[in-house]
């Protein structure tokens, strides 16, 4: 499948932009995306064979945006607490058929993106973090009424994360040592293809800054690097330059990495002062940031280049729950960011919230999931004109659902 190139409608582009380009996330223990040591720490580099601890320095800077959507109520007819104002509804149950379509949906749902089309409906794809993997996809009408279910990716494993590309293909990851890149059609009308050039690692997400043309890519290790994929030529995924963050702070660089395909050694081993990150989840772009979360030290970065600086940090912020027993956020996970720059943050596990981080340091619960039992929240994708959000509880079942509300960058048609 040829990605993008000069016929690119830069409407359906600019559109998808307005998403975040969604990653989410997230990244098997039990073959989902927890951590697999629970080692936490800030990022280091290892300089003349010893590691030095070198934590970026920290910011409360956050994009203008509404106010807060307020409390959450009781829980709904599908166990969900909301704002006042929002709704919910099931969409899909794992290993049973989406009424209608005769397809079955898969287990484990994980990192998901919504891809506008041109009736003025929508697709939202959903990765499988079951051991045989796969990518499905629901086909929304105009009105929102699914129409249309099927299978797009096959023959993968363990696919976790991902992004959207603005080119309108789904990248998924797989998230294991030998996990590779597929890149994917959301209607499936072209078998999903392989981006060895991305390298071979534990990949967890994907997210595409089209201006500077570049990739970025996490890795779901406890000592793991961040990855930027230079395309050869643009947007081509074919061929290209596979890069990690590295140097001291201060004067960090991308360094390309020697062997992509890790034939001898780990990708993220290869550049001796390589930046370490406890555990890299979820990914999103917006105007020029990208957003990571790291679930070894519950942090959030923006990235802006070289420039790597800490977003949201459980272990320093004055944001608790409603019980006052810990942050608001923790288990950090997925991520995607609406139009207007707010960063919706999806938890592995904490208190099954999706956590919005928003305007002048706001950080707020925009939904949770109760009583819900070794499962996480995952693939947070909102629809093209930002009315609905879709994510999944992944196990316990799996169950995927929507949340439909005035939400702040919403532009309703």
Known sequence: MAPGGPGIDRRRALRLLGLGLVSTTTVPWLASCSSDDGSSGPATTATEGRDTTAPPRSTTTAPPGGASLGPLGEPDANGLRLPEGFTSRVVARSNEEIAGT???????????????????????????????????????????????????????AINCAG???????????????????????????????????????????VAVDPAAEVLYLSEDEPDGAFYRFVPAPWPSLDAGR?????????????????????????????????????????LAHHAGTTYLSTKGDNRIWACDGTDVEIVYDAATTEAMDEDGSGPVLTGVDNVTVDAGGDRYVAEDGGNMDI?????????????????????????????????????????????????????????PT
């Not at 045989?132 to 096959?154: H, K, N, P, Y």
């Not at 990495?257 to 370490?276: G, I, K, L």
Request: glycine share 14%; proline share 9%; net charge negative.
């Open 355 to 411: 956590v919005r981080l928003g305007p002048d340091g706001l950080i707020e619960k925009i939904l949770q999931l109760p009583g819900v039992e070794e499962s996480e929240i995952t693939g947070p994708a909102f629809s093209p004109d930002g009315t609905r959000l879709y994510f999944s509880s992944q196990r316990n079942p799996g169950v995927t659902y929507e949340v439909s509300g005035p939400f702040p960058h919403a532009s």
């Open 102 to 156: 005769g397809f079955t949906w898969h287990g484990n749902p994980d990192g998901g993106a919504c891809f506008a089309q041109d009736d003025e409906g929508w697709i939202y794809v959903s990765n499988s973090e079951q051991g045989d993997g796969g990518v499905g996809m629901l086909r929304f009408d105009a009105e929102g009424e699914i129409t249309a279910a099927a299978r797009i990716c096959q023959g993968t």
């Open 163 to 205: 992004g959207a590309t603005p080119w309108e293909t789904w990248l998924s990851c797989e998230e294991f040592a030998g996990g590779q890149v597929w890149e994917c059609d959301p209607l499936g009308r072209t078998p999903a293809e392989v981006r060895p050039a991305l390298g071979v690692f534990k990949h967890e997400a």
């Open 242 to 282: 596979l890069e990690v963050l590295a140097g001291p702070e201060g004067d960090r660089r991308w360094a390309e990495v020697p062997d992509p395909s890790a034939a001898q050694e780990p990708t993220r081993n290869q550049v001796p002062d390589v930046v370490r990150f406890a555990g890299g989840e979820g």
